[in-house]
């Protein structure tokens, strides 16, 4: 009989060993009331009791080969499984749904390895974009900054424009006063 089993029928024993009045979910009027004394609930756990493990038999014992062999055979499952997943994970990120692991694997390598290909043409494409796009930028400040001091020259020539037509309306106005006297 394995561990497993054996831990299984304890299980089963402790559970089959316990009064049928001790349940849980029984409610104060099923519960037996003692005359005369309090009662007094305490909480039940709701886990089961921790097995002793098992203690590491003798090195060089029969048993300890035998238990030597199952611990590695574990271990080696728990491998398997891990691997076996990350393999359906693969599985699922690929385009492809092949079903065969070292088809997997294969088209696996490949789409990674186009992957890093894509992402480096991406990256040079980028690059280069980004200098034209700053030359681009930095031409546009320039033909900015030139528009601007345009602008302010011209808002100044037209305020000396202003300046002399206000000045030649005011002396329109004199002179009308002085002809109308």
Do not use: F
Request: glycine share 2%.
């Amino acid at each position: 009989m394995s561990s497993e089993e054996e831990q299984k029928a304890k299980r089963i024993k402790l559970e089959t060993n316990q009064p049928q009045g001790s349940s849980e979910n029984a409610t104060d009027a099923e519960k037996p009331v003692r005359q005369g004394l309090p009662t007094m609930t305490v909480p039940q756990s709701t886990t089961l009791p921790v097995e002793p493990t098992p203690l590491k038999p003798p090195a060089g014992s029969e048993e300890w080969h035998t238990w030597r062999k199952k611990n590695h055979k574990e271990v080696e499952k728990r491998r398997r499984e891990t691997i076996n997943q990350g393999i359906k994970e693969l599985q699922e990120l690929l385009p492809t749904q092949d079903h065969n692991k070292s088809q997997i694997l294969k088209r696996a390598v490949e789409y990674i390895k186009r992957l890093k290909e894509n992402e480096d043409s991406n990256i040079e494409k980028w690059t280069l974009e980004k200098l034209i796009t700053d030359q681009a930028v930095s031409e546009l400040a320039n033909s900015n900054e030139k528009l601007k001091a345009e602008l302010e020259k011209t808002y100044r020539e037209a305020e000396g424009w202003r300046r002399a037509y206000n000045s030649v309306q005011e002396e329109l106005a004199e002179l009308k006063k002085q002809l109308q006297k």
